[in-house]
């Protein structure tokens, strides 16, 4: 199922689609599962389940200490498609969002074909560009699987015409130039990046990088079809005592989030 | 018959359908918020390298701050002795301003800053050899210079980071995941796409996405141009063989580059053995990694099934990286170039032979190519020549040594 679907079904609704974030694995295999089900029943329309990875270079702290404990307690990438698989399960998207390195070691066509089997919509490559190698869209074209590109606001309009053309699912625009995390603003330059970016394809644009709270995401919602939140949930699970308060703190800020995406 | 690829072939990137492939390895795995910032730089660097005024500039500063040409210095002593009787000569980087071959990439690529018209660099460093080259040319020519230096090396190396903080740099310890070489990468990976408007990133080697494995490379060519030149004039033939060390690979592509389309000219990298490639504590990216992409490049890397990268070990931070140079990664499947492992106890008998013998106290990284060539000199006997280069000094590393050979104890004083 395209992530597409959960875009339609939002705009059906006359609003934008609240995409989550959670790496799999952290605080446990388990305990992901059950703090994306969560965020799904609280109102998330889409999720990206993060792979963990020992060198993530457009992350900031708040993921990096969350994917290094995922990585400690030796979380693999047969775990992550176990998570997709669960998560699928619920009705909603599960996209996985991936550096590259891991599924190339895994094998581009195995990985599709193992994605495909666990439920999953497709895959965001943060440092994998439309043009940077041949194997993945092949390999996620034959499984029906998206293949979600980023757009910066330092794209040229080539650029973002090349990228958009690549993408399936949906487009994935970056707001701010920088690394994940939570920001008090969002970044002026997210409506002209997705003004530009809808100028070159038909395919719902979401916008990430920064976003915390209901009001950052209304913001958002008046000019994009899709808000994604990543760091903000992850903060909720690391800074919680236990799993249930994590998970409650998750749902919790999905809801207000999932309020932001409804207020006109 | 021979099917390997035309050696001709290898430095074919800046003909190839895809900038910046060398074989299979190299190309660009980063952020689309990178790609502007790199394509900047390739476009400023090709526009550069055919303007007189920039490359002018460039000889002017090698030469009048620099110091260039280094001298090719015959180690007569460490070749009979040391070596199998073998005729070793010495290609001193260590004799360049700052101390290693790092000034001569650091000077080009801060032009490239200046024409830009970014008013800020940032960048990686290991040893700190390349974080004082890069604070260097930032004070000569008035740039902000922040450097990210893993919080492990800070120690290690706690003499260039007083070196760099004198230059008017600012250093920023790197505490996450191995806190070495591969994790400041990261970080100043991190500023770099949160800055760029700003900012340029001189990156150290030969690694990293295109088009910083060709530009370091040519900025580092004339290592090898002097001293193919040099050795003709003192020995009237070129060398059996060149011996380098190999961490990114900066200084190998650098001597080796000239000697390429020379067949019979042997090229060995010497990888950091750490412990021994056995014990799995070592930094011997080629000799015991596998193809894959870190750092935006497609090369060798030290990885495990998953595809995460293993942290290496060596006693010489320089060279403490689980990666390595993509055009390394194509000489080494093409055969023109071979890559061997020397293991710290080895290194550091050849900076002792090396200080004894010929009164140079090397790099503990350049010490592996010492170690290297004198495996050589047994090898090939004393009718051989063999090249090393020696791309940096010991002064460093003198606390390192000291701890190596028990002149100090634990708390730092001389040992009686």
Known sequence: ?264 | MDTRPDPGHVLSADRADRPGRFGPYGGRYVPEALIAALDELDREYTAAKQDPAFTSELDHLLTTYTGRPTPVTEAARFGAEAAGGARVLLKREDLNHTGSHKINNVLGQALLTKRIGKPRVIAETGAGQHGVATATAAALMGLECVIYMGEEDTRRQALNVARMRLLGATVVPVTTGSRTLKDAINEALRDWVTNVATTNYVFGTVAGPHPFPTLVRDLQRIIGVEARQQVLDLTGRLPDAVAACVGGGSNAIGIFHAFVDDPDVALYGFEAGGDGVATGRHAATITAGSPGVLHGARSYLLQDDMGQTIESHSISAGLDYPGVGPEHAWLKDTGRATYEPVDDADAMEAFRLLCRTEGIIPAIESSHALAGARRLGERLGPDATILVNLSGRGDKDVDTAAKWFGLMDESGEVAP
């Open chain 1, 1 to 264: 199922m395209s992530t597409t679907v959960a875009f339609e079904k939002a705009r059906a609704e006359g609003r934008a689609a609240l995409v989550g974030y959670l790496p799999a694995g952290y605080p446990s295999v388990d305990g992901s599962i059950t703090a994306i089900r969560a965020m799904v029943e609280a109102g998330v329309d889409a999720v990206e389940i993060g792979l963990p990875y020992s060198d993530p270079l457009i992350d900031g702290p708040v993921i990096q200490s969350a994917v290094d404990a995922a990585l400690k307690a030796g979380t693999t990438t047969t775990d992550v498609l176990r998570v997709v698989e669960a998560v699928a399960a619920t009705g909603a998207p599960a996209v996985v969002m991936s550096y590259w390195n891991p599924l190339d070691r895994y094998g581009a066509a195995a990985f599709a074909r193992d994605l495909a089997a666990a439920g999953g919509s497709g895959v965001i490559t943060p440092d994998l560009t439309p043009d940077a190698d041949d194997s993945w869209i092949p390999a996620a074209r034959e499984h029906g699987l998206d293949t979600v590109f980023l757009v910066a606001p330092s794209s040229t309009d080539e650029r973002i015409a090349m990228t958009t053309s690549a993408c399936r699912g949906f487009v994935y625009a970056t707001s701010v130039m920088g690394v994940t995390g939570t920001r008090a603003q969002v970044g002026d330059a997210a409506a002209g990046l997705v003004a530009r970016t809808k100028a070159t394809t038909d395919l719902p644009v979401a916008v990430g990088l920064g976003v915390s709270n209901g009001a950052q995401a209304a913001e958002i919602a008046a000019f994009a079809d899709g808000v994604v939140a990543g760091s903000a949930f992850v903060r909720r699970l690391l800074e919680a005592t236990d799993l249930a308060a994590g998970v409650a703190s998750v749902a919790e800020l999905a809801a207000d989030l999932a309020g932001g995406v409804r207020a006109r």
